[in-house]
Nanobody
Framework: QVQLVESGGDSVQAGGSLRLSCAVS????????LGWFRQIPGKEREGVAA???????SYAESVKGRFTISQDKAKKILYLQMDSLKFEDTGMYSC??????????????????WGQGTQVTVSS
């Protein structure tokens, strides 16, 4: 159904910026959610940001004001612009999709399709 492939992960200095991309096989014509999540080995995935088909967004408090989630429906690409990166932003970042539902939140358990992830490492 839906395939997602992340890219853009890199090692970056604290305070720097990075832009992640997620290529989506298809966008839904109805209600959907696309989200970004991150994970440190041994710990559960943490929600970062989410966006719906109408560009409504939701962010984790820890990234609010620093990260921006967006989408290019024509190109079928989901983005995560990360500014003012902190060491604690380090993790494997994955994008995910959810069919239908109400307002989108980056709650990992609610998403059905996942990419493999791209590593983001922030040095202090």
């Amino acid at each position: 159904q839906v395939q997602l492939v992340e890219s853009g992960g890199d090692s970056v200095q604290a305070g720097g910026s990075l832009r992640l991309s997620c290529a989506v096989s298809r966008f839904l014509d109805s209600i959907y959610c696309l989200g970004w999540f991150r994970q440190i080995p041994g710990k559960e995935r943490e929600g970062v940001a989410a966006i719906d088909d109408d560009d409504n967004t939701s962010y984790a408090e820890s990234v609010k004001g620093r990260f921006t989630i967006s989408q290019d429906k024509a190109k079928k690409i989901l983005y995560l612009q990360m500014d003012s990166l902190k060491f604690e932003d380090t993790g494997m970042y994955s994008c995910a999709a959810l069919f239908s539902g109400g307002y989108c939140y980056p709650n990992p358990g609610e998403y059905n399709y996942w990419g493999q992830g791209t590593q983001v490492t922030v040095s202090s």
